[in-house]
Structures are given as structure tokens and as C-alpha cells.
């Protein structure tokens, strides 16, 4: 006699369209990091003065993009409590909805101002989205096919990390900068009408409570820090009275933010995890290599389309190596860290993170282009080698029940760790440039002298106006650029450094033979 079948706890007419609820969910995910992707290779362009950008300072590309990251990362947490709460499929619909209007706003941005609104904007939206697409995930599979599903989910991601700077260099080659923002809204249309068809809706019957407290504390907090780092790099003048009183404030903020979520009943931000040394030392690692790559991402755009003349085309495919090695290795991790175990294999990509970052200081304008390939390349295996081991480590440092808190919490790491090290390499970069232009902007008036010191494009922006008097600042500025470069990749390499020691001192060793076995469907559940 045969066994009964169990009861499956997935409606059928839901269980029949399962993958096609898939492929929607991929597709909504899929626009809000080919955003960030595309954006990459953009920034030279936006940072052109009008007419064909905006004429964006260094500091303003640096809040047009962590404008989006900062408010990402501090409604992450509560966006998936309100999904819990009202239901999942609510808030995708509403999410998607905001993040498309935030980008047809982007698009037509009148001044860099209303762009770093507009992203802002975009990132509200993306907040819910991205919690929602893997929750509902999670309710239209059953458990044996969980594993598979959250595979392919997670290659959609890599995908758009992969496409977005070819997509976006090939938008910027036939039309308008606003297009790469643009391109997002007939997407957006598609996936809300497949949306409304295809994915059923699904709460927590019990959500956890909210806490608006501790999200504008913490946004509060990161925006202060952020704005006083990046208007020290803007002045090149950390001692500035007024640097200084926003980044102390801002450091006042996260303080009492940390203080207000450690006596909280229902913390968006559970501080008694960092009591655990190895949790602690795998989120520093996630924030640390975010940290050196997103600055090298930002000085790389404009080493390859400024200083080395590259179309934003050719600068997109330049990157690919990057999200290639990424792709290649990212699945086959588990291998080495299986051999080597968790320590060996993260201390060993954060060194090869180092020393990809040390060859950006030897780099020149005339590099064999071949090099930069190699190290962009060397570099997506060394990030490769980070993400899974520290993922693996913070699910296994925690109960099973706090998995979701856990990957969202890594995920709210990712996303701070970039936006300091934009804003930090970024002020960096900039100070280092307006030392080594200063001197070579004498001939031109006093009024234009502190617009064409503040980067690259706006040294060379003026020059084009200047016509053939203007030819002799373009060596002086390429030259000032690759010594603020060979700086700031150096203060990269240092701050990579430091992430190895920590996890060379705090991670666990190779795990007993068969333990990563018997956690992996704790690990796929939790999305990682």
C-alpha cells in the first residue's frame, strides 16, 4: 500500500503558474539593481556640463548616488515588516509603481538637485520591492523547490549587475543621459500588469511591530555623516567648522540610535547580534570590501572615459570581467571554503581585493588596456571569495529562526558599507585632485578658478570652452586626476587590509566535515 501524499500548503492554480510568478519577480528585481549597474558608467556624462549633462560637481554625483543607496538601506528592514503586515503583493505593486515614477522624474531632471531627489525617490520604492520579490518567492514554492528557485533569482540578480553598464553605455551612445533612468519605465508597466495577474498576495499572520523611531535615527545619522564627509572632500578642507559640526552630529545620531535600539522591545536593528565576535567580524568584512569597490567603481568610470577616452559603451564592456569573474565563481565558493575553510577563503579574497586595489596606484594613461581587464577581472574573484563565506558565517552565527533578519542585515551592510566608501574614496579623490590642479589654474579668472578645481570633468569642461587656450589645462588635468587616483586606490587597498585582519583574527577555521551540509537549506531559505 502506498503512502499518502502530503497536502501541499500552495494553492494548485498558484503552484501551476509558479515559474511564470518567477519570472515576474525577476523582472522587478531585475530593474532596480540594472538602475545602480547602469548608473556606473553614466556618471561621466551627467558630470558634463549642459547640454549634454548636467554639469554635476563630484560631490553632487556623489549624492545622486548615495541618495538612493542610504534611503535603500534604512527603510530595508521596515519596508519588510510593512509587507508582512498589509501584504507582500500590496506592496510590490506599490513599490514598483513609486520606483517608476521616480524614474521618469530622474529622466528629466532639470539640475543635479532634482536628480539626488528623484533617485531618493526610486530608492523608496526599490526599499519594497526587493524584500517583497524573495517573501513571495518563499509562498509559491514548496520547500524541495525553494533551492532551485532562489538560484535562479539570485542569477537574475547577477545578470543585471552584469548587462547594466553594456545596457547603459549603449543608451548614452544614441541618446539622451535621462535615457538610462527612461528605459526603466515600460519595464516597470510590464511587470505591474504581470503583477496584477500572475502573483498572489501572502502576509505573516503574526509581523513583527514597526519601529519609524530607529529608521529616521538611522537615516537621520548616515545622511549627516555622509554630507559632512563629502563637503570636506568638496572643500578640501576637513577642519572646516562646519564639516566637522555634521559629522559629529551625525555621529551624535547613530550613537543615540544604537542606544534607542538596544532598549527597544522591537528593534529594527537587534545590537545584541554584534555581541557575537564572528557575526561581527563577517558584517565588517561585507561592509569593508563594499566600501573599497563601490569608490573604485566611482574613480574607474572616469579613468576609462575621461583620462583614457573611452565611450561609455566601450566603459561598460571594459567592466565585464568584473561581474564574468563574479558569475563564474560566486556559485563554486562553497568548494573553497569547504577545503580551506570560512577564515582561509575570505582573508585570502580580501588580500586579492588588496592587491587589485594596489595596482590601480601604478596605473597610467597609457596602461595597456589589457591590465585594467586582468585587475577588474582579479578583482570579482577576490569578491566572489567574500560574499559566500561571510554569508554562510552570519546565517551559521545566529538561531535559525533570526536567517531573515540576519541576510537583511547583510544586505543593510552592503548598501552602508558603499555609501561611506563613495563618500570617503570619493572626498579623497577630490581633495587630492584640487591639490595637484590648483596651481595650474592661474591663467583663467578668479570666478571660474573653484568650479574647475572640483574634478576632472569640470577642469576639462571649462578648457573645451576655452577653445585652443584651454588645450594646456588637459594635460595638467589627466595628470592631476591619476595621482588622486593612485591616492585614493591606495587608501582603498589599506581599508581592504584591515578587513583581512579582522577576519584572519575572528572568523571560524574549516568546519567540521558534513556541518555545511547539514545547514545549507537554511542558507538557500534565507535567500543568500
Known sequence: MTSPVPASRIPEAVHRRRWAILGVLMLSLLIVVLDNSILNVAIKTIATPAPTGLGATQSEIEWAINSYTLVFAGLLFTAGLVGDRIGRKKVLLGGIAVFGIGSALAAESGSPGQLIAYRALMALGAAFVMPATLAVLMNVFEREEQPKAIGIWAGGVGLAIAIGPITGGALLDHFWWGSVFFVNVPIVIIALVLMA????????PKPGRLDPVGVVLSVVGLVLLVYGIIKGGELADFTDAKVL????AGLAVLTAFVVFEKRSDHPSLDVTYFRNKVFSAAMSAIALVFFALMGVTFFGVFYTQSVRGYSPLESGVLMLPLAAAQLLFAPRARLVVDRFGNKATTTGGLLLIAATLAAFAAFEADTPIWLLE???????????HIMTPTSVVIMQALPREKA????ALSNTFRQVGGALGIAVLGSVLATSYRDGIEDKLGLLPPGVRATAGESIEATLGVA????PRGEALVTPAHDAFLHAMHVTALCGTGVALIGAVVTALFLPGRPPAGQRREEEPELVAAGE
Not at 495577474?197 to 505573516?204: A, E, H, I, M, T
Not at 559640526?245 to 559629529?248: C, E, G, V, Y
Not at 531573515?404 to 541576510?407: D, E, F, L, P, Q
Open 464 to 467: 573645451e570652452k576655452l577653445g
Open 374 to 384: 586582468v585587475v577588474f577581472f582579479l578583482m570579482g574573484t577576490g569578491m566572489a
Open 197 to 204: 495577474w500572475l502573483v498572489p498576495d501572502s502576509r505573516d
Open 404 to 407: 531573515g533578519s540576519a541576510s
Open 245 to 248: 559640526a555634521t559629522i559629529l
